[in-house]
């Protein structure tokens, strides 16, 4: 069954350093995203992405925050210089359609730990 | 008032009951709701999804909606160990361009062997 794959499962940095995560959504998906989970909090989305460019942005996604699809495949989120706060799950997702059949499905995620 | 209220619980049920989980939300643009089940450290993994009040049946697996008082449902029947899990309800709404979930806190769920 396709699936959403990230890397690295584990990611640990110090504050202050540029760290990138990435996805490999679903192949035949067209709309991708980042959510965020801080520890004991709620889902939160970050960002959604179509057709090379950001379709929506949450308060939380500010110029600290980059994605990119830099080939057919890959799907990243920058985190430019990281906070202490930035700590948590980051989940990729990816949906074949937008509106109505916006089924989205979830990676495993990358755990981001800021020292 | 927050957009999605779940119960946190924890609840914690003998293996072979009936589950209710339930979510309550303010916005009525939501109109396309799921569910989804979150094991410890992992993803969220979809199980139902649905857009219209009523019921959606997916084998041990029921959700319900009720636009009319922005309340949804997820049953399980012949709860299992297995089911053993974080449940999060998710809701979008249906505006152009806009295709994010807006999540409740989720349910944790323990059932007892």
């Known amino acids: 069954e396709p699936e959403v794959t990230q890397t690295p499962s584990h990611q640990v940095t110090q504050m202050g350093q540029e760290v990138i995560l990435r996805c490999v959504p679903i192949?035949?998906?067209?709309?991708f995203y980042w959510y965020r989970q801080i520890l004991g909090q709620k889902v939160e989305f970050l960002v959604s992405?179509?057709?090379?460019?950001?379709?929506?942005k949450s308060e939380i996604f500010d110029d600290q925050f980059s994605v990119e699809r830099p080939d057919g495949s890959n799907f990243t989120l920058k985190i430019r210089s990281t906070k202490l706060e930035d700590s948590a799950m980051y989940f990729c997702?990816?949906?074949?359609?937008?509106?109505?059949?916006?089924?989205?499905?979830f990676g495993a995620g990358t755990r981001l730990s800021v020292l | 008032q927050k957009e999605v209220e779940q119960d946190p619980g924890p609840l914690s049920v003998p293996e072979g009951a009936i589950v209710s989980l339930n979510c309550t939300y303010s916005?009525?643009?939501?109109?396309?709701f799921m569910w989804y089940r979150q094991y410890s450290r992992k993803g969220p993994e979809l199980l139902m999804y649905?857009?219209?009040?009523g019921n959606k049946e997916d084998g041990r697996f029921t959700a319900q909606v009720d636009k009319s008082s922005k309340y949804i449902s997820l049953f399980i029947r012949d709860s299992q160990p297995s089911d053993s899990a974080t449940y999060l309800c998710?809701?979008?709404?249906?505006?152009?361009?806009?295709?994010?979930?807006?999540f409740g806190k989720g349910t944790k769920l323990s059932v007892i062997p």
């Open positions: 998710a809701m979008s709404a249906v505006r152009a361009g806009s295709y994010q979930l807006t």
């Open positions: 916005n009525s643009a939501f109109q396309y």
């Open positions: 649905t857009y219209s009040s």
């Open positions: 992405f179509y057709n090379n460019e950001i379709s929506e």
């Open positions: 997702a990816s949906s074949e359609e937008g509106g109505a059949k916006n089924i989205q499905y």
């Open positions: 192949s035949n998906h067209l709309y």
